[in-house]
């Protein structure tokens, strides 16, 4: 149906491979691939953090907000432009989640200086997203947290493989959660890595990922233990073996894939810049280095967006939106969310093209000509 999809996998023989060892040996829930996994992936950050490979990206956040303790009566900051997990998981725990509202039209992450005045004597965490894999002003939010007494939790679904000032994203905060889903960096299908740096954060997520339980069900396969205690609720937010094979491959192609979509990226802030009808955000990130998740751009306030994905469409050219205003939401409508006019602005004005390590630069090319195209003619 697309031209130019807006992701495509790059699995190859490899992934192939490694899912189809784990088939062969008779061993498919939580074992030695997972402890691979982990292990792999938290030398990866290095800066002690230890890694709880989870189901998805929402099970790494709703278990960061149940291991620090965030219930009713709490407020966590949570960014005004992210994917709503981050307010659904915050929701969840009986907590109020306060948005803090995006930096400025050309750097979207959230405002330290904002997010300090949304600080109340009942908040308790500030919860921030690496929007499209370009970290947040980790300075700031360090210092905040320090200063305030709050917890810091990150929201790297965006960022694997990004990092501030040589700093991998994910570590900086108490708890750091990645997604491994299907259009994420590093890709599973469904998946997600918990990151701690101390061993309490660990145990709890451990506990947390798994009912509560002392022991697993290799360990009883292994004849490590006979049976179980529960020692607090948990849940089941475990991750299979066929999953954590692939993310070992993926982990191995993260460094190379990420480099082909600065590539890639680079090019269109190339063919892009001075076309008439739109801007690029992020083009002055210093102390960082992008994981270039996505490819975002914002349109003119007089250009109707509908419009030009329409256009993009019939073009054979998928695009989407990161992300639509939580205001907007049946679910939120009627919460008393705080203004945040910036990033209202940029929800009504987002388009995201195309971006994927494989995507080849001709297909790049297509996209800005058919972009520019469109846009003259509006
Ligand atoms: C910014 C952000 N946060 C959280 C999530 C949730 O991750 P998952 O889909 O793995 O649950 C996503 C993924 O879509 C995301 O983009």
């Known amino acids: 149906m697309w031209k130019v999809q807006l992701f495509e996998l790059n699995f190859d023989e490899r992934e192939r491979q490694a899912v189809t060892a784990v088939l062969e040996s008779g ?52 960014p005004a432009l992210t994917f709503i997990a981050d307010l659904n998981v915050v929701r969840l725990t009986g907590a109020t989640p306060v948005l803090a509202d995006c930096t400025s039209l050309t750097d979207w992450n959230m405002d330290p200086e904002d997010a300090r005045r949304r600080i109340t004597d009942r908040t308790k965490a500030i919860m921030i997203v690496h929007y499209a894999g370009y970290s947040c002003n980790m300075d700031a939010f360090t210092e905040l947290c320090r200063d305030r007494s709050l917890f810091l939790i990150e929201d790297a679904a965006h960022a694997v493989g990004a990092s501030y000032r040589g700093q991998p994203c994910g570590t900086f905060g108490d708890v750091g959660c990645f997604s491994f889903f299907t259009n994420k960096n590093l890709s599973v299908g469904e998946g997600g890595m918990y990151v701690s740096r101390s061993e309490d954060l660990e145990q709890k997520g451990r506990y947390l990922r798994s009912h509560g339980m002392t022991t697993l069900t290799l360990d009883r396969h292994e004849g490590r233990a006979i049976t179980y205690d529960v020692v607090q609720s948990g849940l089941n937010y475990r991750m299979d073996e066929m999953r954590a094979a692939l993310g070992i491959v993926q982990l191995e192609k993260l460094a190379e894939s990420n480099d082909k979509r600065r590539q890639l990226t680079q090019m269109y802030i190339e063919l892009l810049s001075g076309i008439k009808g739109l801007t690029l955000p992020f083009l002055n990130h210093p102390n960082s280095i992008p994981s270039y998740h996505i490819l975002p751009i914002l349109l ?8 030009v994905i329409n256009r993009l469409k019939e073009a054979g050219i998928q695009s989407s939106i990161h992300y639509p205003a939580f205001q907007d939401f049946t679910a939120f409508r009627l919460s008393s969310l705080s203004a945040t006019p910036i ?13 994927f390590p494989t995507m080849g630069f001709e297909k790049v090319r297509y996209v800005c000509n058919c972009l520019k195209d469109i846009l003259n003619k509006l």
């Open 27 to 78: 061993w498919i829930t939580m074992g030695e691939r997972i402890q691979e996994f982990e292990q792999r992936f938290g030398d990866s950050l290095g800066h002690g953090a230890k890694a709880i490979a989870v189901a998805n990206g929402t099970a790494a956040l709703h278990m960061a907000v149940l291991a620090l303790g965030i219930g009713p009566g709490d407020e966590v900051i949570v």
């Open 300 to 307: 003119d306030a007089d250009v109707d967006r509908i419009s």
């Open 343 to 355: 990033s209202n602005e940029i929800s009504k004005r987002e388009l995201t093209l195309p971006l």
